[in-house]
């Protein structure tokens, strides 16, 4: 069974742009929760999405988005980029209907802000 | 509010040695449990959960730990340490009220195993 897969891995972008990054959850996974990582702040929660809505959200501002298609893949898009967004970005995928599951996690998207 | 301490930012421990990795959580409601191990540069792997029931969790790797809900901790053991358990380890919380899948993290626990 393939893992979660983030695309792309590594990106470069400068102040004032945006950015979309790509997670494809395992395949039955219908939850798919993103994290930022950062030397400064750690793990911390952006969202969930569960069948194409939006579950639960952490506390990051609205230039952080994302979205969930039916096929369960998932991408989060930051607008208007500031340096503090450089980060690992990872995704988690879980089948999303219980405690009791694992949350599988990809091996992120790294994201340098110039 | 939830929150999570671990207590060690780095570890140093010779191979074949034990060692415990602390973590303390802070929770007002019933939680879940995690410890996650991320090797560089890769994603988060899970290593064990508490969720109910008996408070020793065994993990993959060799790996356990104890819930104490009366010192609100989640302590991490193994009992002889390999080279390539040297990585980051991560404790977390999540609760059904604040939605199970949204983990909160503590700030991680460099272990660093020496021949």
């Known amino acids: 069974k393939a893992g979660v897969t983030q695309t792309p891995r590594y990106l470069i972008k400068t102040r004032g742009q945006q950015v979309t990054l790509s997670c494809s959850p395992i395949?039955?996974?219908?939850?798919v929760s993103w994290y930022q990582q950062t030397p400064g702040q750690g793990l911390q929660f952006l969202f969930e999405?569960?069948?194409?809505?939006?579950?639960n959200k952490g506390n990051f501002p609205g230039r952080f988005s994302g979205r969930q298609f039916s096929n369960s893949r998932s991408e989060m898009n930051v607008s208007t980029l500031e340096l503090g967004d450089s980060a690992l970005y990872l995704c988690?995928?879980?089948?999303?209907?219980?405690?009791?599951?694992?949350?599988?996690f990809g091996p992120g998207t790294r994201l340098l802000v110039l | 509010a939830q929150s999570v301490t671990q207590l060690d930012s780095q570890v140093p421990v010779f191979e074949e040695a034990p060692v415990e990795l602390r973590c303390n959580y802070s929770?007002?409601?019933?939680?879940?449990l995690f410890w996650y191990v991320q090797y560089p540069n890769q994603g988060l792997q899970l290593l064990l959960k508490?969720?109910?029931?008996?408070?020793l969790v065994k993990g993959i790797n060799g790996f356990e730990a104890e819930f104490n809900k009366s010192q609100t901790s989640f302590h991490l053991r193994k009992p002889s340490v390999h080279i390539s358990d040297t990585a980051e380890y991560f404790c977390?919380?999540?609760?059904?009220?604040?939605?199970?899948?949204?983990?909160?993290f503590g700030a991680g626990t460099r272990l660093a195993v020496h021949p």
């Open positions: 999405y569960f069948s194409e809505t939006q579950r």
């Open positions: 988690a995928s879980s089948a999303g209907t219980g405690a009791a599951e694992t949350q599988y």
């Open positions: 508490y969720l109910s029931g008996s408070t």
């Open positions: 977390a919380v999540s609760s059904l009220s604040g939605g199970y899948n949204k983990l909160i």
């Open positions: 395949s039955g996974h219908r939850s």
């Open positions: 929770s007002s409601v019933s939680v879940y």
